[in-house]
């Protein structure tokens, strides 16, 4: 049972286009440092009437997409776990019944790697912004991801444990079924 130790950030932002620009921080560095496939990232927008819309997204492949190809990753699945009624881009982010029990796979698992008391402090965090950034990587790359973040208004890290064979198998049976 391969479990990974990755590490979340949350970035609080005062606007959508600091979140965006720390976003490409973020990805530049995976790239530069031939690690693009293994990280996870969402910038959130808080809008009127408190509603929640994904405006960009980076899902790794081979984390929950090799076999699915649906593009929910662990930080997707971690702001659903926050804000169950996420949009991203112009629609509902759960569009198709399976694409609603995929995404409910890894959001599971995604809040099950954390405590509640983790999942409260980031959705409180996520609260105090127009936007938020959320990034899941490997714990080596935790001090440049931080470093990358710095347009945030205010920063949140904690550890999250997963087995991504565990939410790979129980993604697809959540496909299976829907």
């Known amino acids: 049972m391969p479990i990974d130790t990755l590490l979340v950030y949350v970035g609080s932002y005062g606007s959508v286009a600091d979140a965006e620009a720390d976003y490409e921080l973020v990805k530049d560095l995976h790239t530069e440092a031939g690690l693009i496939d293994a990280y996870d990232a969402a910038v959130v927008e808080r809008r009127e009437g408190g509603k929640t819309k994904i405006v960009k997204k980076h899902e790794t492949p081979t984390r929950v997409g090799g076999v699915l190809g649906g593009g929910a990753g ?14 991203v881009g112009g629609g509902l982010l759960v569009g198709t ?16 790697g954390l405590s509640r008391h983790d999942l409260k402090e980031f959705g409180e965090h996520l609260d105090t912004g127009e936007a938020g950034l959320v990034v899941v990587a490997f714990s080596d790359m935790g001090a440049k991801v931080e470093r990358a973040m710095q347009r945030a208004a205010k920063l949140e890290q904690k550890e999250l444990k997963a087995d991504t064979d565990e939410i ?3 993604a697809t049976a959540a496909a299976a079924q829907a």
């Open 74 to 87: 662990l930080a997707t699945g971690l702001v659903v776990a926050l804000f169950p009624f996420a949009a």
């Open 97 to 112: 019944a399976a694409g609603g029990a995929i995404l409910g796979a890894v959001a599971g698992h995604a809040a099950a």
């Open 168 to 170: 790979e198998r129980d």
